[in-house]
């Protein structure tokens, strides 16, 4: 992995936990990143926008001081994702503080933009862009993004349709940058699987709905637990963009989620209500892996179960 920048590199776990809407708050990222995998958070999960910076605060002074306590295990770096869609009006404000306190890995997500880049390069960090196909991944690089997010079929949220071995094969074909995969992980072995694909990491988020720091409400979690692949719905209807929801929420929410109306792309909303439920809020976004999830557990478990099944594969194909 010599092609990484050095804060990508010397994974113990090669997983970055996807940034969350609403479920990813500083407890959740603290435990990620202390377990050893790359954390991350939305900046517009803290609300009001002041928050971000004592959420920032707390971040970096808490990992500053495991690390401290822990120098034969420090934790891993933190992510923060940001919005770099016109819809988002707190762009500014929030990459000020994100420049404050050096954050590492910068996620940007709905378009790129070179000013971002160049910003986050300004104080040495690094940026990462979300794709659901070549074409985005070519433009995000051409910008200056240093590397991809490779949003396979199957992501929880907002996600692509494409095969994540057509996708990985077509970026690599070309980009030999940081790369990772999403779509579907929840286990050690689609870990390694992914790295044989050719990317350098899995991205990980569903199955970080079902831990006990995650903000998430015990519905939720619970309906995590029961459900499976069967129970995922794709649909644009509720942000204007295609993602992935758990049926029972979009039952509960009093609408047939196998006769869902197409919604008008150019009218994009994240916060916009369906039939008086809201995407995040009442209908709930998660990804296909989740059939291997049986039980809510404390992140550092979850992490110590993939990190588990990822050596055991590696032993099982002499690795």
């Known amino acids: 992995m010599s092609h990484l920048p050095p804060v990508l590199q010397g994974r113990r776990l090669p997983v970055i936990a996807s940034p969350m809407f609403i479920i990813s708050t500083p407890q959740l990222v603290i435990e990620q990143c202390k377990a050893g995998v790359i954390g991350s958070m939305p900046a517009l999960n803290a609300r009001p926008a002041e928050q971000l910076d004592d959420w920032l605060a707390e971040i970096t002074e808490t990992l500053a001081a495991h690390n401290a306590a822990h120098p034969d295990r420090p934790a891993a770096p933190f992510a923060i994702n940001q919005i770099v869609h016109k819809s988002n009006p707190r ?34 960090g690094v940026v990462m862009h979300d794709i659901i196909n070549n074409f985005f991944a070519r433009k995000a690089i051409d910008k200056g993004a240093d590397g991809l997010i490779a949003v396979a079929a199957g992501a929880g949220g907002h996600a692509g349709v494409k095969s994540p071995f057509a996708l990985i094969q077509e970026i690599r074909a070309w980009f030999d940058g940081p790369l990772a995969l999403s779509g579907a992980i929840a286990t050690g072995d689609a870990v390694l699987s992914a790295q044989a694909m050719g990317a350098d990491f899995a991205y990980v988020g569903s199955a970080f709905i079902a831990t006990t720091e995650a903000r998430a409400v015990p519905e939720y979690k619970q309906m995590i637990v029961e459900s499976s692949s069967d129970d995922i719905v794709y649909s644009n209807l509720f942000t204007g963009v295609h993602g992935n929801y758990l049926r029972g929420s979009i039952v509960k929410a009093g609408m047939d989620p196998d006769h869902l109306p197409e919604s008008d792309p150019s009218k994009m909303d994240f916060g916009a209500a369906t039939n008086g439920a809201k995407a995040w809020k009442e209908v709930w976004g998660c990804g296909q892996g989740i059939g291997v999830i049986d039980e809510v557990v404390p992140t550092a478990e979850l992490v110590a179960r993939l990190s588990s099944e990822y050596q055991a594969a590696r032993a099982r194909l002499a690795l």
């Open 91 to 124: 762009l500014e404000q929030d990459m000020v503080l994100c420049e404050k306190y050096k954050v590492p890995l910068i996620i940007t997500s709905l378009g790129a933009r070179e000013d971002i880049n160049q910003a986050v390069h300004s104080w040495g």
